[in-house]
């Protein structure tokens, strides 16, 4: 089993629609939760941090974690073309480290 | 505010050789960690440094060291390098461990 598992892409929105990203993890222990997004040939950019159940709301963006199912996902409302890009879950784990997804590729059609 | 900056940005090596990668964190942050991503993967963890000691490690052979500075910068070191080594190699700091990172723009590494 993979530590990280996220929804497998690519996935395509048309402009102006809700894009809804997935990931599940296998350590029950984690306590924080962070979403980066990497556009193709660059490095990751931290968007969201998440720590507590339920939602968390910056803008566009709203995570949701549910430790109990061990899942924790990404919605962007009003979706862009610039949000094009790969979007990676990241669990901070009870041994000290970052599990990285493989990550999902977004893409918005205008 | 100087965010993390990572040298060199390209390289390229043959097999068998030994590279040091060099990592300045952002002011303010203590935490270091470095990735090696493989094209179309996630970063994957290879080890961090908090206060100039080893506090974590991923599964990476033992040829894959690193040190942090009394400044908080870091160096990756790799030796006796395999083909399978050449990534992008992806350096990031956070005020402590376990809070959110910031990544420099990385090491693009070749091997022949």
């Known amino acids: 089993q993979k530590e990280v598992e996220q929804n497998s892409g690519p996935l395509s929105v048309p402009e102006g629609a809700i894009a809804s990203l997935n990931c599940t993890y296998s350590?029950?222990?984690?306590?924080?939760f962070f979403w980066y997004r990497q556009y193709s040939g660059k490095s990751p950019e931290l968007i969201m941090s998440?720590?507590?159940?339920g939602d968390k709301e910056d803008g566009r963006f709203t995570a949701q974690l549910n430790k109990a199912s061990q899942y924790v996902s990404l919605l962007i409302r009003d979706s862009q073309p610039s949000d094009s890009a790969t979007y990676l879950c990241?669990?901070?784990?009870?041994?000290?480290?970052?599990?990285f997804g493989t990550g999902t590729s977004l893409t918005v059609i205008p | 505010e100087t965010g993390v900056t990572q040298s060199p940005t390209h390289l390229i090596k043959t097999r068998g050789q030994q590279v040091t990668l060099r990592c300045s964190s952002q002011?303010?942050?203590?935490?270091v960690s470095w990735y090696q991503q493989a094209l179309g993967q996630g970063p994957q963890f290879i080890f961090q440094?908090?206060?100039?000691?080893?506090?974590g490690r991923g599964n990476f052979p033992p040829r894959f060291s690193g040190l942090q500075f009394p400044n908080y910068s870091s160096e990756l070191n790799v030796n006796a390098l395999e083909l399978d080594d050449s990534a992008l190699y992806l350096c990031?700091?956070?005020?402590?461990?376990?809070?959110?990172?910031?990544f420099g723009d990385g090491t693009r590494l070749s091997i022949l």
């Open positions: 998440i720590y507590s159940n």
């Open positions: 350590d029950r222990g984690s306590q924080s």
């Open positions: 440094y908090y206060r100039e000691e080893e506090n």
């Open positions: 990241a669990p901070f784990n009870t041994g000290n480290q970052f599990y």
């Open positions: 002011s303010g942050h203590n935490t």
């Open positions: 990031a700091s956070s005020v402590g461990v376990g809070q959110p990172q910031h």
